[in-house]
């Protein structure tokens, strides 16, 4: 297990611009450095001299920890008195107010911390345990459909939650968990009835050299659901052109542009589908 402080991450960061480089994980970038370029922290007085932002710190960190051998951080305090575990936003305790109230904590293993996978979402966020295995795993999966949630293997899910799991290593387990946020209905597709079941969780818009184009995402929607979904589009005054496909003419979108629009629905998992669609302005 390697020790890292945040001296070494820096001159690792600057030699290699940080994530994997030719191939090669973080940890061997690490095993492979020349020793005089591992300068420990009690050679400096501040690391400041060297100019690397908190956010390709914290990637190359993060990159790490989806190695067999992860990189392991030291507790102590570092320049300016916060811990590397602080300064790299990295926290240690199990995250239970970002997760559903009935996700049982994993007593398995050790688990070295969590982080989310942006701050713009505190919900959507990854714990990692080590010293665990496969029959551990099988034993928190009976624990969670016992309080409710429903899935199989590496994907579980309970309300607005959903729950993934994937092994970095034999013994070192990510534990993934996402939070569903359902969006109200665009305005620009005033002209489209919302579904009765199913969530919209994303909705994009993209423009094109003589169209505008993009995706629908929903959640918590089967194909029954998709199929009901039809009924109210053709009553809507779309018209069918295959399977799962529609297209309406002469409607507004964005309130002023007006032309044809299309799409088709494709599912993405069991109870989620996409719904592509180009709007062509007459």
Same mark, same amino acid.
């Given at each position: 297990?390697?020790?890292?402080?945040?001296?070494?991450?820096?001159?690792?960061?600057?030699?290699?611009?940080?994530?994997?480089?030719?191939?090669?994980?973080?940890?061997?970038?690490?095993?492979?450095?020349? =020793?005089?370029? #591992?300068?420990? &922290? +009690?050679?400096?007085?501040?690391?400041?001299?060297? *100019?690397?932002?908190? !956010?390709?710190?914290?990637?190359?960190?993060?990159?790490?920890?989806?190695?067999?051998?992860?990189?392991?951080?030291?507790?102590?305090?570092?320049?300016?008195?916060?811990?590397?575990?602080?300064?790299?936003?990295?926290?240690?305790?199990?995250?239970?107010?970002?997760?559903?109230?009935?996700?049982?904590?994993?007593?398995?293993?050790?688990?070295?911390?969590?982080?989310?996978?942006?701050?713009?979402?505190?919900?959507?966020?990854?714990?990692?345990?080590?010293?665990?295995?496969?029959?551990?795993?099988?034993?928190?999966?009976?624990?969670?459909?016992?309080?409710?949630?429903?899935?199989?293997?590496?994907?579980?899910?309970?309300?607005?939650?959903?729950?993934?799991?994937?092994?970095?290593? =034999?013994?070192? #387990?990510?534990? &993934? +968990?996402?939070?569903?946020?359902?969006?109200?209905? *665009?305005?620009?597709? !005033?002209?489209?009835?919302?579904?009765?079941?199913?969530?919209?969780?994303?909705?994009?818009?993209?423009?094109?050299?003589?169209?505008?184009?993009?995706?629908?995402?929903?959640?918590?929607?089967?194909?029954?659901?998709?199929?009901?979904?039809?009924?109210?589009?053709?009553?809507?005054?779309?018209?069918?052109?295959?399977?799962?496909?529609?297209?309406?003419?002469?409607?507004?979108?964005?309130?002023?542009?007006?032309?044809?629009?299309?799409?088709?629905?494709?599912?993405?998992?069991?109870?989620?589908?996409?719904?592509?669609?180009?709007?062509?302005?007459?």
């Amino acid at each position: 297990m390697k020790k890292l402080v945040v001296p070494i991450i820096l001159t690792i960061a600057l030699m290699t611009g940080c994530g994997a480089v030719g191939g090669k994980s973080a940890s061997e970038v690490l095993k492979d450095a020349l =020793k005089e370029d #591992l300068v420990f &922290s +009690s050679q400096f007085s501040t690391v400041t001299e060297y *100019p690397m932002s908190d !956010e390709n710190i914290e990637a190359l960190y993060l990159v790490s920890l989806t190695d067999p051998e992860p990189l392991e951080i030291q507790e102590d305090s570092g320049a300016g008195g916060y811990s590397i575990n602080e300064y790299l936003g990295v926290k240690t305790d199990w995250p239970a107010e970002y997760l559903h109230p009935d996700m049982p904590v994993y007593t398995w293993g050790r688990m070295v911390g969590w982080n989310t996978y942006g701050s713009e979402n505190p919900y959507n966020l990854f714990i990692i345990i080590r010293d665990t295995g496969e029959n551990d795993l099988e034993e928190y999966r009976k624990e969670l459909e016992a309080r409710g949630f429903s899935g199989s293997s590496d994907y579980y899910k309970k309300d607005d939650f959903s729950i993934e799991f994937q092994f970095n290593s =034999k013994t070192t #387990l990510q534990i &993934s +968990s996402y939070r569903i946020k359902a969006h109200d209905w *665009p305005y620009q597709l !005033e002209f489209m009835p919302p579904p009765e079941k199913g969530k919209l969780v994303d909705f994009t818009i993209k423009e094109g050299e003589d169209s505008l184009f993009g995706e629908l995402y929903f959640a918590d929607m089967t194909e029954d659901d998709v199929l009901a979904y039809e009924e109210l589009l053709l009553e809507a005054g779309f018209i069918r052109t295959d399977y799962l496909s529609y297209s309406i003419d002469n409607v507004s979108f964005d309130r002023e542009k007006h032309g044809e629009f299309s799409g088709f629905f494709e599912r993405y998992s069991e109870d989620e589908w996409i719904f592509y669609y180009d709007f062509e302005e007459d």
